[in-house]
């Protein structure tokens, strides 16, 4: 079964700021401009003509309802 995401209500498709199929991923949020640590995954999508829009922990979490978690302790580190 597909099920596709679709963003939370108010979501303004608009602010989204997509980059060219031909340039370097962003290190900004396509929606709030935030900075991407290199450390974290941010959402990213596609659209049909190969334009992108990443979105960072904030903005997957507030418009997209998804959660990330740190990684865990490595070992000796308690």
Known sequence: MNNPIAPKAGFDWNR???SRPDSLPPRLCSYCSAGIPETTVPLILTSE?????????????????????????????F
């Open 16 to 18: 989204v700021c997509w």
């Open 49 to 77: 003509q190969g334009f992108t829009a990443r979105f960072c922990d904030d903005c997957m979490e507030k418009w997209w309802g998804m959660s990330t978690y740190p990684d865990p302790p490595e070992f000796g580190d």
